[in-house]
């Protein structure tokens, strides 16, 4: 949070602009030879734009002032290269449990940004880079918006993401701006849109390169064309009787993506639109009340968290500079060929090695699939495709400042390969393997120089999975681990350092709960109804469906490395399914059957004993979790709660394992764990860390 120190004014409006200027510490008013008011948010103390209390108070003093001066229009944008305004600042919702409190907040921001939308004169907000949630309330707010038209603009209003919906005039103004359809999807959603598709929808009035930026703000002041509406077929949606019937019609699509007791917001946001969205005053007061209700709940404060988390992951990647160009691949399976297409998109040379042309071909058609896409513009894709290079011979690891293996899962291998690449690596370069199980120590034994192997390990499928596992072995260097997060955030993805453990992080956590899930399907239980009761707990993917996708070949090799250090019983029915070669979903057959790559799954003939099951899933997923923290797999709670929710998909709105033992009672299910433990064998005896948790 910024701390309201004063900071150096300068001049926030286009080059060469001269005038009068106000030195505060958020925003910087300037009035320009035109006439013109240019008000510029830098906010003090942060590399992002966010409006905290202390920045809309200022922005209401900025806006007297510049009422005052009565320009001929106003132009507000961002001083920060990163982009406009990222939103609310969330770190002042954290712990917030008065909603009397946060339905004040809310209104004086909805009071302030009304000021906007009555001033005397145009305004027009001018947008570059992310215009997210608040930032893009703030926008509507004005009579114009125009946006840079480049990949790095991204408008939209995410706040369902955190539990909440847009609570300063967004749901009031946004569908009255681009038509109820088109509002609802993109708020419910959460998604954000490109500058062009923008100023399709209506959103924006302009979408212009860099260059042409200020003059069309410039434009749209001394024009003043009058505001945009959308045609009388778009406007009827939001009309009775129209409006409350397209709002049953959206819980039931909502509800194919999020469970109303899991997810409160979005049904919250329906009901403020389709009960109030005839009148403005009485929609806005409604969505004040609806989301101090939500802000003030449990789901929002843990989702909140869930982002905190991941903001904490990312500072992981910003202990080093990773210095990284060039990537070198062996292995161009499913995950090695992923993972070389997910590099050459975010822009590094990547070459791709493997025992055949022909083995390579298969990774390469996946990666242009990828890149259409991801990146959509031909040229884009053309130039990612060159950055992909096919290279049976290896030849690219010599010029590699990065070598990631992803072969086989078998140590032997591994080492076999390791003794074929470290002659022809540069002395600067690192040495990753993308193992998911097996401890570096045992890979690592013959380098000549241990020092910079680390462990990458990514997720399948890595366009999604944004979690990446960076091991540290005993003698990875503490350079090496920094370059290698730095890497994964270089590429977009999440790390989390984690100690050199079989199974590491996210599959020890993860691998009881599957293993538990089979051994229940075992005993008769139905696969859909051990799924149902995982589900009913906030997965968003039961653990038979989850193994089915990873792949039972997978699950099956992950859980005999760990059993050989831990102990454990592998499940019958994993064991058999595998040797008759159902391996899941990419066979085609697993525990279910697959038509087109979608599960037939057979239709429960009972209702499941949830509770029951879930304690039998749910309960040694988290004790894994405990066992992981107390032997300090992870450097503490909070990175493990990232992790797994990153990794595993754990329940976001329950904000983590360990968060979840502890808003849940540590003492009550470690009870329920040593009940377990008595009745059905020690796989369920409690790790010695809970009395860490109980105060025991």
């Not at 910024?2 to 409006?13: H, I, T, Y």
């Not at 712990?95 to 009071?111: F, P, T």
């Amino acid at each position: 949070m910024a701390n309201g120190a004063d900071v150096k004014a300068r001049p926030s409006g286009p080059p060469g602009q001269a005038g009068a200027r106000a030195a505060t510490a958020h925003w910087r008013l300037t009035v320009d030879a035109e006439g013109i008011a240019w008000l510029a948010l830098d906010r003090a103390d942060s590399a992002a734009n966010t409006l905290s209390e202390a920045v809309l108070a200022e922005l209401d003093e900025r806006l007297t002032e510049a009422e005052r001066a009565a320009p001929a229009g106003l132009v507000i944008h961002s001083a920060k290269p990163s982009g406009f305004i990222a939103g609310a600042d969330v770190t002042e919702f954290t712990g917030l449990s008065d909603e009397r409190a946060a339905y004040d907040r809310v209104k004086r921001g909805q009071a302030i940004l009304d000021r906007i939308a009555a001033l005397a004169f145009p305004s027009v907000a001018m947008i570059h880079g992310f215009c997210l949630g608040g930032g893009l309330e703030l926008a509507l707010a004005c009579r114009y918006r125009v946006a840079r038209d480049d990949p790095g603009t991204r408008l939209g209003l995410p706040e369902v993401r955190l539990g909440i919906h847009p609570g300063f005039g967004g749901s009031v103004r946004l569908p009255r701006l681009v038509g109820a359809t088109a509002a609802m999807d993109l708020m419910l959603r959460g998604s954000t849109v490109s500058a062009r598709a923008a100023k399709r929808l209506g959103l924006v009035d302009h979408a212009q390169p860099e260059r042409h930026l200020a003059k069309a703000a410039r434009h749209l002041v001394t024009a003043d064309p009058g505001r945009h509406r959308p045609s009388q077929l778009t406007r009827l949606p939001g009309r009775w009787p129209i409006r409350p019937l397209l709002g049953s019609y959206l819980k039931s699509v909502t509800e194919d993506r999020a469970r109303p007791d899991h997810y409160p917001a979005p049904y919250a946001l329906i009901d403020v639109w389709a009960d109030h969205g005839g009148s403005r005053k009485k929609q806005a007061e409604a969505e004040a009340r609806s989301i101090a209700r939500l802000i003030t709940g449990d789901t929002a404060q843990n989702l909140i968290r869930a982002f905190r988390l991941q903001e904490r992951l990312k500072g992981l990647g910003r202990a080093a500079e990773a210095g990284i160009e060039r990537v070198h691949v062996v292995g161009a399976g499913v995950m090695g060929g992923d993972i070389a297409a997910w590099c050459a998109a975010q822009g590094l040379s990547v070459s791709l090695q493997d025992t055949a042309a022909s083995r390579i071909a298969p990774a390469v058609k996946r990666a242009h699939g990828l890149f259409q896409k991801r990146l959509k513009d031909r040229r884009r894709v053309t130039a990612a495709m060159d950055r992909l290079m096919p290279d049976p011979a290896g030849d690219g690891a010599r010029r590699a400042d990065l070598v990631i293996e992803a072969i086989v899962e078998d140590a032997a291998a591994k080492r076999a390969l390791f003794a074929e690449l470290e002659p022809h690596l540069a002395a600067d370069a690192l040495l990753a393997t993308n193992t998911s199980s097996i401890p570096l120590e045992a890979l690592g034994r013959d380098l000549a120089r241990p020092e910079r192997l680390v462990g990458l390990h990514f997720f399948n499928p890595v366009a999604r999975m944004q979690l990446v596992e960076v091991v540290a072995g005993p003698g990875t260097a503490d350079w090496a681990r920094d370059r290698a997060a730095a890497f994964t955030r270089a590429i977009d993805r999440l790390p989390v350092t984690v100690t050199s453990t079989p199974g590491f992080l996210v599959n020890r956590v993860l691998m009881p709960y599957l293993l538990e899930a089979m051994l229940l399907v075992d005993e008769g239980v139905a696969a859909p109804a051990v799924d149902r009761a995982a589900e009913d707990f906030g997965m968003p993917m039961g653990p038979v469906a989850l193994a089915d996708w990873v792949g039972l070949d997978i699950c099956l090799s992950v859980a005999e490395i760990l059993a050989g250090h831990f102990g454990g019983d592998i499940p019958r029915s994993l064991r058999e399914r595998v040797n008759l070669g159902k391996l899941g979903r990419k066979s085609g057959a697993g525990f279910y059957d697959y038509h087109k790559g979608r599960a037939l799954k057979p239709r429960l003939t009972e209702t499941p004993d949830s509770p029951a099951l879930q304690d039998r899933l749910i309960l040694p997923l988290l004790n894994e979790a405990v066992r992981c923290l107390h032997e300090g797999v992870v450097a503490e709670a909070d990175l493990l709660d990232g992790g797994v929710i990153y990794g595993t998909g754990f329940a976001p709105f329950r904000g983590g394992p360990i968060h979840h033992i502890r808003s849940h009672g540590p003492a009550n299910l470690k009870t329920r764990l040593d009940r377990l433990a008595r009745a059905r064998g020690e796989r369920f005896r409690p790790d010695p860390g809970w009395e860490h948790l109980t105060g025991t």
